[in-house]
């Protein structure tokens, strides 16, 4: 299947190590042809993307604060300037507090509310709308959401309900962007072993239980992860828009632990 996305250029947002989600669907893209460009926030995260973008043949790196509007326009002017358009983009940006992810949700504060609310949903509307001015012959968005948008999953607290903000969102921006043949989906995986997910309180324990109650009795991978943002983003997602495709297992489908373990 080599070269599905050949000829392809795209921006990639939120890789903070080797092991983040934003990775694994980077090294897919890249073994598929795609021209990648890195945006990274800040000195110390740049010195971890460089040699992973190295490593797959770019040397396109932004320093982009998703919460600064020049920052942002600084962005989308160098892809502008440098490659003209671009195909696709991938959005793999979330924060919270992390003390507040430990607790009760009801003990929210107004603040991390507003920051988790901005920089894990609203950022993915204002990348999006200035990408789209570089989609003149159409392109594909794709964002990361999880399951604790539908479902109350511990301690994920005030990430669910911006997660679902997300997800909500997806959907206006696919019909926004629909008549101009963008297509706009989120990838929805399990539990990982992610610097973002080790900052969720119980995360082992939430990571074992849906591998020994999915139905697969597996967690996805960054592999199955980054193919099926290569669908998504190819064009054999030409008709395929609007979707939170979830990547658990089909831990999803699950209403009480297997037999086994209840």
Same mark, same amino acid.
């Given at each position: 299947?080599?070269?599905?996305?050949?000829?392809?250029?795209?921006?990639?947002?939120?890789?903070?190590?080797?092991?983040?989600?934003?990775?694994?669907?980077?090294?897919?893209?890249?073994?598929?042809?795609?021209?990648?460009?890195?945006?990274?926030?800040?000195?110390?995260?740049?010195?971890?993307?460089?040699?992973?973008?190295?490593?797959?043949?770019?040397?396109?790196?932004?320093?982009?604060?998703?919460?600064?509007?020049?920052?942002?326009?600084?962005?989308?002017?160098?892809?502008?300037?440098?490659?003209?358009?671009?195909?696709?983009?991938?959005?793999?940006?979330?924060?919270?507090?992390?003390?507040?992810?430990?607790?009760?949700?009801?003990?929210?504060?107004?603040?991390?509310?507003?920051?988790?609310?901005?920089?894990?949903?609203?950022?993915?509307?204002?990348?999006?709308? $200035?990408?789209? #001015?570089?989609?003149?012959?159409?392109?594909?968005?794709? /964002? %990361?959401?999880?399951? @604790?948008? !539908?479902? &109350?999953?511990?301690?994920?607290?005030?990430?669910?309900?911006?997660?679902?903000?997300?997800?909500?969102?997806?959907?206006?921006?696919?019909?926004?962007?629909?008549?101009?043949?963008?297509?706009?989906?989120?990838?929805?995986?399990?539990?990982?072993?992610?610097?973002?997910?080790?900052?969720?309180?119980?995360?082992?324990?939430?990571? $074992?239980?849906? #591998?020994?109650?999915?139905?697969?009795?597996?967690?996805? /991978? %960054?592999?199955?992860? @980054?193919? !099926?943002? &290569?669908?998504?983003?190819?064009?054999?997602?030409?008709?395929?828009?609007?979707?939170?495709?979830?990547?658990?297992?089909?831990?999803?489908?699950?209403?009480?632990?297997?037999?086994?373990?209840?």
């Amino acid at each position: 299947m080599a070269g599905l996305m050949t000829g392809k250029r795209g921006l990639v947002m939120g890789v903070a190590n080797d092991h983040s989600i934003a990775w694994g669907i980077a090294k897919a893209l890249h073994a598929e042809g795609a021209a990648l460009a890195f945006s990274y926030q800040g000195e110390a995260f740049g010195k971890r993307v460089e040699p992973l973008a190295a490593s797959v043949n770019s040397e396109f790196l932004i320093d982009v604060d998703v919460q600064d509007d020049a920052s942002l326009d600084a962005c989308f002017t160098r892809l502008r300037a440098e490659w003209g358009q671009i195909d696709f983009l991938v959005h793999a940006i979330a924060y919270s507090d992390k003390k507040e992810l430990t607790g009760r949700f009801i003990n929210t504060s107004r603040e991390n509310f507003k920051t988790s609310l901005s920089i894990s949903c609203f950022s993915f509307i204002d990348v999006a709308r $200035r990408a789209a #001015e570089l989609m003149p012959e159409g392109g594909s968005l794709i /964002t %990361l959401t999880y399951q @604790g948008s !539908t479902r &109350v999953t511990p301690y994920y607290n005030v990430m669910g309900v911006a997660k679902a903000a997300l997800e909500s969102s997806v959907l206006y921006l696919a019909n926004d962007l629909g008549p101009q043949g963008i297509r706009v989906n989120a990838i929805s995986p399990g539990p990982m072993r992610t610097l973002a997910g080790a900052a969720i309180g119980g995360a082992r324990k939430t990571y $074992r239980f849906t #591998e020994e109650n999915a139905p697969l009795r597996a967690n996805a /991978t %960054l592999e199955s992860i @980054g193919g !099926t943002a &290569v669908y998504l983003l190819s064009d054999y997602g030409a008709c395929t828009s609007g979707e939170i495709i979830r990547v658990d297992g089909g831990f999803h489908v699950i209403g009480m632990p297997q037999p086994e373990n209840l």
